[in-house]
């Protein structure tokens, strides 16, 4: 059997985000969601906390080095260490290639090659909001069983997961795994501060299962002993399925678009999920 060649979605633009007053105001911003103060963030970056004041009020320009320090250390992503030292007026330090420009062809490559290696199990290539890259066809066939609203593209793998007709249908599970995507996308939208994460997460947060689903587990949660939480879905026709998931990250990137790549791919949790997942890929 031939291998069907890795799924490539395109992109809608980004939404615009607006430019912080200063950088000063942007730092601030940074330090307040890391729940750091003034003093403990200059020492950790050896300047004097009066340079930091200076720095937060618009007295004091920081120099590139200092700006790198402080991103370092409160883990800025690249994204907006790139907004930093253009609001501190210094030209952009990390590039943000296309997945298909011709400097990624070998990081493509690499991404195409695992994802349909891992054939008969579904992976995937996301961005940072979520959006499916790449597909392998284990996991085309598993999107196909959406409405075309949710196909896109670009396909979001939290929406897609969530929203009543999507996979929330069918899952099995949906209070632990819906939960488990909610506190996902929750974690990256504080993290990185990303407007569409923010909005994406206001969106799903008003879908009438996911408000029902909150106050089940606002109302009934207890913390449970176990390996960890799998997607588990009952597909028409089929059968049931019962996958968990790993995702893995480009160690050390220099470039935007690396950084906010994600490899997430499924592995059946049981005997019966994994023969169901080779029967299905037979039948393709």
């Known amino acids: 059997m031939m291998n069907t060649p890795a799924m490539t979605v395109s992109l809608p633009n980004r939404t615009a985000t607006p ?5 000063g105001a942007l730092l601030k911003q940074w330090r307040s969601r890391r729940r750091l103060s003034q003093l403990d963030l200059a020492l950790d970056v050896g300047v004097s906390p009066r340079h930091l004041s200076f720095v937060e009020t618009g007295r004091s320009r920081p120099s590139p080095e200092l700006l790198t320090s402080l991103a ?5 992503p690249l994204r907006e260490r790139n907004r930093l030292l253009l609001a501190a007026g210094y030209a952009p330090r990390y590039a943000e290639r296309k997945l298909d420009a011709q400097a990624m062809e070998q990081v493509r490559g690499a991404l195409e090659r695992l994802i349909t290696a891992h054939d008969p199990y579904p992976g995937v290539v996301l961005d940072r909001q979520w ?3 790449l597909a392998n066809r284990a996991a085309q066939g598993l999107t196909a069983l959406l409405p075309p609203s949710l196909q896109g593209p670009p396909l979001n793998v939290i929406r897609a997961g969530l929203h009543p007709e999507g996979f929330a249908r069918v899952t099995v599970n949906f209070d632990d795994w819906g939960g488990h995507l909610i506190d996902v996308l929750q974690r990256e ?3 990185t501060a990303d ?3 923010v909005a994406l997460e206001q969106e799903v947060n008003g879908y009438p299962n996911v408000r029902a689903m909150r106050e089940r587990r606002d109302a009934s949660w207890e913390p449970v002993p176990r390996l960890l939480v799998p997607f588990i879905c009952e597909l028409p026709g089929v059968g049931r399925l019962s996958l968990f998931t790993t995702r893995t990250f480009f ?4 470039d935007v678009t690396l950084e906010e ?4 791919l ?4 049981d005997v019966s999920s994994e023969a169901l997942l080779r029967q299905m890929a037979r039948a393709d």
């Not at 160690?251 to 220099?254: M, T, V």
């Open 131 to 133: 959006n499916v890259l």
């Open 251 to 254: 160690g050390s990137p220099l």
């Open 19 to 23: 430019q912080p007053e200063s950088i």
């Open 266 to 269: 499924f592995y059946p949790a």
């Open 72 to 76: 370092t250390r409160l883990e800025v």
């Open 195 to 197: 407007p569409d994460l």
């Open 261 to 264: 790549l994600c490899i997430e």
């Open 189 to 191: 939208a504080s993290k």
